[in-house]
């Protein structure tokens, strides 16, 4: 009975969900324009921030989501780590074509984060066999696999949306139910806001927890406020329009909420 019970309330979030996701694509369909020149300062420190840095917490997180899973096949605990290890190789050749390329801050910074999240991941996990995370970095593999690489990149080569900011003149918006094809815009859907959305498989981790918990707040309001965050960075630069967000957060959750499901039944 607990247990329909809980698989109920999972049905109900999605629904829940999928709702407000409709909803708000519909009024975005209606105001996406209005709302971006509303609010897009091209200036914006916050904006920028999360143009340049939005992507790398997540790319770090599935760095160690991918060794993790790969690396639990494995049965001698400590020969498992060689899979961080190759992760933070791979973070070093980042580095080295950052400095080659006339020190490109973007790489660099994503080699750093890399090597610094797996360094601090197998430290922490050094004795522990990764085949008891299976299930979430699994999840977390599943989400990055189909969200901002299958379902983004997609998407954008054909639906062909022009970037607010390059927009020569507002008659040349379209709004995200109409696609333009192929056009070199790729404004729809937005890659950093399903990259920001990457650790919402992580409130799996306090799911049990106690809704007054301090743990399970902290980590909710963490996760959730990261994943807008970058998505709303997106939309004070111009970068991306309010419905163009909400595709790549929405379909995360969906994926989310599916595949713990079919994870943890």
Known sequence: ???????????LLLIYVILVWMILAIIFGVYDLQISIAVVDKNSVWG?????????????????????????????TKKQKILGY??????????LIGVFDHLNVGNITLGSTL??????????????????????????????????LLFVQIIKLFWGRIRFRDLPGYSDFTP??????????????????AMGMMFLPLLVLVKDRKIKDPVKIVII???????LFVALSRV??????????????????????????????
Do not use: C
């Open 236 to 265: 004070a630069i111009g970068a991306h329009y309010a419905s163009d967000v909400l595709f790549s957060s929405g379909f995360a959750a969906i994926i989310t909420i599916l595949f713990y499901k079919k994870i943890y039944k």
């Open 86 to 95: 190759i992760g933070m190789i791979v973070g070093v050749i980042y580095i």
């Open 1 to 11: 009975m607990l247990g329909i019970m809980k698989l109920s309330r999972i049905n």
């Open 176 to 193: 995200w139910f109409l696609p333009q094809g192929f056009t070199d815009n790729y404004s729809f859907p937005s890659g950093h806001a």
């Open 221 to 227: 309001v963490l996760v959730i406020g990261w994943g």
């Open 48 to 76: 920028n921030f999360g143009a340049d840095y939005g992507e790398i917490p997540g790319y770090a997180l599935i760095a160690v989501a991918l060794t993790t899973y790969l690396g639990g096949y494995i049965k001698n």
């Open 115 to 148: 090597i610094l999240s797996l360094l601090i991941y197998m430290v922490i996990t050094w004795n522990k066999d990764w085949k008891d995370y299976r299930k979430i970095s699994g999840l977390i593999s599943i989400l990055a696999l189909l969200n901002p």
